[in-house]
């Protein structure tokens, strides 16, 4: 496998772009070193790409939630660095992609592409993809348009683009859940515009006035916050680095959702015998209220040969109690040889 070299090459030209050498990355000591540069991949988007980890070891891709959330180098602690060789990177718009925000030319047929894109560059064969939420998603329907450079799949609280998701968060479903939450939601758009909601935050979060679109910022995150089981801000922040930052988050989002992920409908449900031959876990929380449970069930009929854990009393984040220990078995139930050296 030609990796090593092609990861020593990536590293050699990464490094003179800061006046600094790099030692080989098959060292012991550079498996814990993260390093990170900028991958071009049109005119008017870089992604920002990190990478760690053992370079004889299991390739696989870090695929982050939002769509716009970005990643974490905590994102790394889902795999033993001595197995693994991870590469994270920052979707179009996203995190420390520049520019920050962008949604021209950002589409999941424009992600999928970047993800081949980073492939060739460091000459992976196949790798394992490991997604949550939104991320799950991308991973779905990366290994569609690309089944034989997909080892294996990781996905945790599964999206799957269906009508009913929309309905779910937009109309009748979370709103019985959270009914404060959702009446401030709803309460923010003229009551003549319920009827498509998701229509209605979309025109206010794309325009150019800036006291139309933060505030809808405001009521789209606190919606999702809530979703999230997360405490509610009372105050809107002051800081206008916080704001904006709000406010692309909820633009990226909407830009997504409102074009139905730029995917026709039901387009992975529809594609998944495509993947009958990739090995898949699947975890989800039981109480995810963002994502429904019922989304996992529905992948693992359509894919018998995956395997689902329902994690009791879990909700969406990968931070819930027994959500993380799910995970790292889902990686060790993928790849046992390697645990067992």
């Not at 992604?47 to 982050?64: D, K, S």
């Not at 594609?271 to 992948?299: R, T």
């Not at 990968?318 to 645990?339: K, N, Q, T």
Request: with cysteine.
């Amino acid at each position: 496998m030609r990796l090593p070299w092609v990861i020593w090459c990536v590293s050699q030209k990464v490094a003179k772009s800061f006046g600094f050498s790099l030692k080989t990355l098959s060292s012991v000591k550079s498996i814990n070193m993260y390093q990170s540069f900028y991958h071009k991949v049109t005119d008017d988007h870089q992604l920002a790409v990190t990478f760690a980890g053992n370079p004889a070891g299991i390739p696989v891709l870090f695929l982050h939630g939002g769509p716009g959330a970005g990643c974490k180098l905590s994102h790394c602690d889902y795999f033993d660095l001595s197995r693994y060789w991870v590469v994270l990177f920052d979707q179009r718009g996203s995190g420390r992609s520049l520019p920050y925000g962008a949604l021209e030319h950002n589409s999941s047929s424009d992600l999928i592409q970047d993800i081949e894109s980073l492939r060739r560059l460091f000459g992976v064969q196949q790798w394992l993809l490991f997604g949550g939420s939104w991320g799950s998603y991308l991973a779905l329907a990366y290994a569609i348009h690309y089944p034989h450079h997909v080892s294996g799949m990781v996905l945790r609280s599964i999206c799957l683009g269906r009508l009913e998701e929309h309905d779910w968060l937009y109309y009748r479903g979370a709103s019985e859940l959270f009914p404060d939450a959702w009446q401030a939601f709803t309460a923010f758009i003229p009551e003549a515009e319920h009827a498509a909601l998701l229509a209605a935050y979309y025109q206010r979060l794309m325009s150019d006035d800036i006291a139309i679109a933060w505030p809808a910022a405001w009521h789209w995150s606190r919606w999702a916050m809530a979703c999230l089981e997360l405490p509610l801000p009372i105050a809107m922040p002051e800081d206008w680095a916080i704001r904006r930052q709000w406010l692309l988050q909820a633009r990226i989002e909407a830009h997504y959702y409102y074009h139905q992920l730029f995917f026709p409908v039901n387009f992975v449900q529809i594609n998944l015998p495509k993947l009958q031959n990739i090995p898949i876990q699947i975890v989800h929380g039981q109480y995810d209220f963002l994502c429904p449970v019922a989304n996992a069930v529905i992948l693992q009929r359509h894919l018998p040969h995956s395997q689902l854990t329902i994690v009791p009393k879990a909700g969406h984040l990968s931070a819930a109690p027994g959500m993380f220990d799910a995970l790292i078995a889902a990686l060790v139930a993928l790849a046992p040889s390697h645990y067992s050296q």
